[in-house]
């Protein structure tokens, strides 16, 4: 398959959704369609947001600590780069993750943490136990740093952040996916994530680069999973396989295999692509949206095969 660039420009969409409560002129989320599409891949980024209401901040025990944990840090700069690239539609949500999850199901909900309680008949989701280890739906504490929040929180402002926030984006996400495979006959949505450094394995070798998601084999076809560790460790990554991520709630809510729609979770390690402090990003960066660059064209047309795909073909 032919190389095409597509950087995004005057021909591209970007299509503002949903708004973060507390700065009401601030969407919660970008949808990026390029203009033509050139590959059935969405590349979405949920936890990288920075857009911090000032009332959120004053919330916080330790807001510029805890956001800095939280935040799949500068990871949107990788998605952005990539999918300017490979002309993939690009959603990235600019709302934080201390506001709300986008990788949790809306009922994942620590109650406690919420004033009066559960509702008479709310009924907690199946991988609650995210929300009792404090990162559920609504993060609550963390490792080492304990608590996040000064006092417990509204039941309203619970139902904002899932009408103004989650809803929209999951909305997006979800017609975006079925669109694709409508016009392409399969559609791969890379969900990107990062992660702090893992510690060494057993036998001495170096913790994982990146950890691919399949949820263990059922958001995609075995295959994909499989040609992308193959194709990172080819690159010069150590790569894992659903240890110790294995994908969340975003995977669980849009992966379809046996209609076409697969999904695939990736944790990036931040010491590739940030600098030594892991706050900015780092020397590695180029490196990274190369690497990944060639992933998702090479996933596209395992994917699809290049009679699907006459644009991005000589």
């Not at 109650?111 to 991988?127: D, K, L, V």
């Not at 929040?149 to 952040?161: Q, S, V």
Request: proline share 8%.
């Amino acid at each position: 398959m032919a190389v095409v660039e597509n950087p995004f420009d005057e021909s591209s969409r970007k299509v503002p959704g949903g708004s973060i409560p507390g700065l009401p002129a601030h969407p919660a989320f970008t949808l990026t369609d390029p203009d033509p599409l050139l590959l059935p891949v969405v590349v979405a980024v949920p936890h990288a947001g920075r857009s911090y209401p000032a009332d959120l901040s004053a919330q916080m025990r330790y807001p510029a600590a805890a956001s800095l944990r939280l935040e799949d840090r500068m990871v949107d700069s990788v998605g952005e780069a990539v999918a300017r690239a490979t002309g993939s539609v690009l959603l990235v949500a600019h709302a934080p993750r201390a506001m709300i999850d986008l990788n949790r199901a809306p009922d994942d909900i620590d109650w406690e943490m919420i004033t009066g309680g559960n509702p008479a008949g709310a009924q907690r989701h199946a991988a609650g136990r995210r929300a009792r280890n404090g990162l559920g739906l609504i993060p609550r504490r963390l490792p080492a740093m304990g608590e996040i929040w000064r006092r417990p929180m509204a039941p309203a402002d619970l139902t904002t952040r899932i009408e103004q926030v989650h809803k929209p984006y999951h909305g997006a996400l979800s017609t975006t996916l079925e669109r694709l495979r409508d016009l392409w006959g399969a559609a791969l949505l890379i969900d990107l994530h990062s992660m702090p450094p893992l510690g060494a394995q057993q036998g001495g070798d170096r913790g994982a680069d990146v950890v691919v998601g399949d949820r263990f084999g059922a958001a995609c076809g075995g295959s994909l999973a499989a040609a992308t560790c193959d194709y990172l460790t080819a690159s010069g990554l150590a790569v894992a396989h659903n240890r110790p991520y294995a994908g969340g709630y975003v995977l669980d809510r849009h992966a379809a295999p046996a209609r076409g729609i697969h999904a695939l979770q990736l944790e990036l390690c931040r010491t590739i692509y940030l600098d030594a402090d892991l706050r900015e990003t780092g020397p590695g960066l180029g490196g990274v949206i190369t690497t990944l660059t060639g992933l998702v064209r090479f996933l596209a047309a395992e994917l699809a095969g290049d009679q699907r795909l006459p644009q991005a073909a000589e």
